[in-house]
């Protein structure tokens, strides 16, 4: 059967990458993954951030074919105002530890690299056996601090987007492709 794909609304400009797309890319990075992680004994740990992160992790996760287990972090960033760029507050840890683990953080986008750069700093700081990254979208133009990301989905320009987890005041998650949008307010 096949579903009704979401019209566009009046606030959505254009889909930026649409579905099969995005179902295509998710199997690549999955092949990635299970390539280099073939070898593991202990199952990696992949560690989504909500709420982002959720359908780019469930796609990619059910495409692996290596040991895996799934949890997940929950964080507030500060504001974009000039205050404290870069803090990032935790509000749900993991359940599992990650020390002497292979840790996969998964992340909807990369902007200004900020959360990315604090939660691998923290993350190392309990001696996991490594920690890559995985993120679903970049906005390479955004960039304030570098950090390394090993499975990466698209670049995009420097638009906000929605859709596939991303949202818009909570809006929009749950559209199946990813669309440019225009805030009103
Ligand atoms: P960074 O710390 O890299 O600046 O922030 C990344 C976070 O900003 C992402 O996890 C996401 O929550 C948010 N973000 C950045 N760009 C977009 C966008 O275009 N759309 C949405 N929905 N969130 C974005
Ligand atoms: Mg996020």
């Given at each position: 059967m096949q579903l009704a794909i979401p019209p566009l609304t009046?606030?959505?400009?254009?889909?930026?990458?649409?579905a099969d797309t995005i179902r295509s890319r998710v199997d690549e990075l999955a092949a990635e993954i299970n390539r280099d992680y073939k070898d593991i004994t202990e199952p990696l740990v992949i560690v989504g951030v909500l709420k982002g992160s959720v359908f780019f992790l469930t796609d990619l996760a059910r495409k692996l074919r290596i040991p895996h287990i799934i949890d997940f972090i929950a964080i507030s960033s500060y504001g974009k105002n000039g205050d404290k760029r870069g803090e990032v507050r935790f509000l749900m840890d993991t359940?599992?530890?990650?020390?002497d683990r292979h840790v996969l953080i998964v992340e909807d986008i990369l902007d200004s690299g900020h959360t990315l750069a604090y939660l691998t700093q923290n993350f190392e700081a309990r001696h996991p056996l490594s920690v890559k990254k995985a993120v679903f979208l970049d906005k390479p133009a955004r960039h304030e601090v570098e950090t390394e990301i090993h499975y990466k989905g698209f670049d995009i320009p420097d638009v906000w987007v929605v859709g596939y987890g991303l949202d818009y005041k909570e809006e929009y998650?749950?559209?199946?492709y990813i669309a440019e949008m225009i805030p009103k307010n």
């Open positions: 009046e606030d959505l400009k254009r889909v930026l990458i649409d359940r599992e530890s990650i020390t998650r749950t559209l199946p």
